[in-house]
């Protein structure tokens, strides 16, 4: 009698990677390569994507108004350069973006196998769509 193999389900570390490799991928193309606090532009392979609210805060790590294509200068060198970004996040979203962020990263959250393969699927979907309007 054959033994059949277990399929080995991926583990949430691994997931958790790839969905910042894709969430990452989608804000940098989304945003055409254009740093969000200074205005440089670059390929967006060359920019980060740079989060107001710290990817520590599960609830807030994929949130999309949370995050932007930063230059490494702004990103690293910088800290993010977070005035500037706290107050072109109020031009973009209004006045309220930053109560809503502030909110939200305290939002308990638990993230599940299957939440992260369905992120990891959303943003490859968005990847695909930005690649065929290209």
């Known amino acids: 009698m054959r033994k ?3 399929i080995k389900q991926p583990s949430i570390k691994r ?3 790839e969905a910042d490799r ?3 991928i989608y804000i940098r193309m989304r945003d055409k390569g254009v740093c ?4 440089c532009k670059k ?9 107001y609210v710290s990817r520590n805060y599960l ?3 994929y949130d999309e108004k949370n995050c932007h294509a930063q ?4 990103n690293v060198f910088r800290h993010g350069l977070l005035t500037t970004y706290a107050l072109k996040l109020i031009k973009r979203y209004g006045g309220n973006i930053l109560q809503e962020l502030d909110t939200l990263k305290n939002k308990p959250i638990k993230m599940t196998i299957s939440d992260y393969q369905s992120l990891i699927d959303l943003y490859n979907s968005k990847i ?3 690649n065929n309007n290209t």
């Open 4 to 6: 059949t193999k277990k």
């Open 15 to 17: 997931l958790k990677k």
């Open 22 to 24: 894709v969430f990452s």
């Open 36 to 39: 969000f606090t200074c205005g």
């Open 43 to 51: 390929k967006w392979q060359e920019q980060q994507n740079g989060h």
């Open 59 to 61: 609830a807030t790590r």
């Open 71 to 74: 230059c490494v200068s702004c």
């Open 128 to 130: 695909k769509k930005l």
